[in-house]
């Protein structure tokens, strides 16, 4: 393992989590790659109190940040009219917790996009003025149209480039289907905000697609989720633009060089939520290429890397991957190495020592499992394969109960009556709430982590 750090970069330290023991003719080496980031957070780990602000010189540097909030204001957010009322307050509340000298703009969003404050393609500055202009503008704000998010995600674009900061996030809000452009369109737009600013989604109510927000968020490497409850939008916005202030950098890429006749497999976050790097690749080098790992602050993330490596004899042994993490010079110049890590491969003729499985590895292996069947399973009970979502969500009942991921098991019991957990069998059940499936399908890629 190995540190670097520079003034105004986190600390970041990478370990590695493998069984490099290989038995005769054993090509494939799986890693766990524990990222941690710490001594970066403006607040020194310590969350914010809601509407409380730091002190611009925390960072050494003002406007940091820049933040766009983006509104559904489409038509449907009239029903109930508690939806817009709780979206107004939600938004008023996000900009109270923005850091004084954040960077930021509200768009309301319908088939069109369109400024809300400041205007005129610009972005404000966070003060106390500022803010109470904001929340007066949101008074303004009212439902009508209908829902083009390709539109919205392009102005925030806009508007964001325009800034000079080192983090650049989004908040979206949505209460529908993307009914206005074409999947196409949206598409289109996520590939071309894609690297250039990460975006957290919410759904709020039951009416809107779980696949395209958590598309939106997959994308633009932010979180996705489901507010049910329109009076919880207040306390989702707060805790999004707390974790949003607390970003100190951008831009962070997990690369990953190997030697002449390794092939990678596979590249994927594993935790906090399961999260498919590997056709995220851009090339780095000869034989090196880049994942996005997007902004971090004090935290820490696993990844799990797997590689085929070329045969060898009993007694041999190679190094299979190194993984480094990279931040990239806003000037052009050479990239800065923040930490370094390396997955060995060693042959032996050992049977114990090759056929046990890293502890890290199988848990992971499991959690990724767990998040696959979950899909599978809502999938088929949707196309009317009720034997096939029997079996699916039951492996993941016994997936859920086997790692100790509590929360996911709670919302299972939402949708199936759990007979053994232990064996994973359930029986769906008859009537199953429209929250209570969409918050299991939204959540279904969140993780818990090994217990040591």
């Not at 020194?44 to 909030?69: C, D, F």
């Not at 559904?72 to 029903?79: A, K, N, Q």
């Not at 610009?122 to 503008?137: V, Y």
């Not at 452009?181 to 109510?205: H, I, K, M, N, Q």
Request: glycine share 10%.
């Amino acid at each position: 393992m190995a540190n670097f750090s520079k003034s105004n970069v986190p600390q970041f330290s990478v370990e590695v989590y493998q069984n490099e023991f290989l038995p005769e003719g054993g090509r494939e080496v799986n890693g766990i790659i524990t990222v941690t980031s710490t001594g970066g957070g403006t607040t020194g780990g310590v969350p914010l109190r809601s509407g409380a602000h730091p002190p611009s010189h925390a960072t050494g540097q003002a406007a940091s940040a820049a933040v766009v909030i983006m509104v559904d204001c489409s038509g449907s957010m009239d029903y109930p009219p508690t939806k817009m009322r709780n979206a107004r307050d939600a938004t008023a509340a996000a900009i109270d917790t923005l850091r004084d000298g954040t960077a930021f703009a509200v768009i309301g969003g319908t088939h069109v996009a369109k400024e809300v404050y400041p205007g005129n393609g610009r972005l404000a500055t966070a003060d106390p003025q500022t803010r109470a202009q904001a929340k007066e503008a949101l008074r303004r704000l009212a439902a009508g149209g209908g829902t083009a998010i390709g539109t919205w995600l392009r102005l925030a674009d806009r508007l964001l480039g325009a800034a000079e900061v080192s983090i650049r996030h989004g908040i979206l809000l949505t209460d529908g289907r993307n009914e206005h452009e074409a999947p196409e369109d949206l598409r289109a737009a996520l590939d071309a905000c894609s690297g250039r600013f990460t975006c957290d989604a919410r759904g709020v109510g039951t009416d809107w697609e779980v696949k395209e927000v958590t598309a939106i968020a997959s994308a633009l490497l932010g979180t996705a989720d489901i507010v049910a409850d329109p009076a919880g939008l207040a306390a989702d916005f707060t805790q999004m633009m707390e974790n949003a202030m607390g970003k100190e950098v951008a831009d962070v890429a997990l690369r990953l060089w190997t030697p002449v006749g390794v092939e990678i497999k596979y590249v994927k976050q594993v935790a906090p939520t399961v999260a498919e790097l590997t056709d995220r690749r851009t090339e780095a080098g000869p034989r090196a290429g880049d994942y996005p790992t997007g902004s971090w602050g004090d935290e820490s993330r696993d990844y799990h890397v797997c590689v085929q490596v070329p045969e060898a004899g009993i007694g041999q042994e190679m190094l299979a991957a190194r993984v480094s993490l990279i931040l990239p010079d806003p000037s052009g110049g050479a990239p800065q190495t923040l930490s370094q890590g390396l997955v060995r491969a060693v042959w032996t003729d050992d049977m114990v020592a090759s056929t046990s499985i890293n502890p890290q590895v199988a848990h992971y292996t499991g959690q990724a499992e767990l998040a696959q069947v979950i899909q599978q399973g809502l999938d088929a009970r949707k196309s009317g394969d009720f034997d096939g979502a029997t079996a699916k969500l039951g492996r993941a009942v016994q997936l859920a109960s086997a790692s100790g991921n509590e929360d996911t098991a709670k919302l299972l019991s939402k949708v199936v009556d759990v007979v053994d957990a232990a064996t994973g069998t359930v029986r769906l059940k008859a009537k199953v709430a429209d929250a209570d499936e969409m918050t299991l399908e939204t959540r279904s890629t969140k993780t818990v982590r090994v217990k040591k």
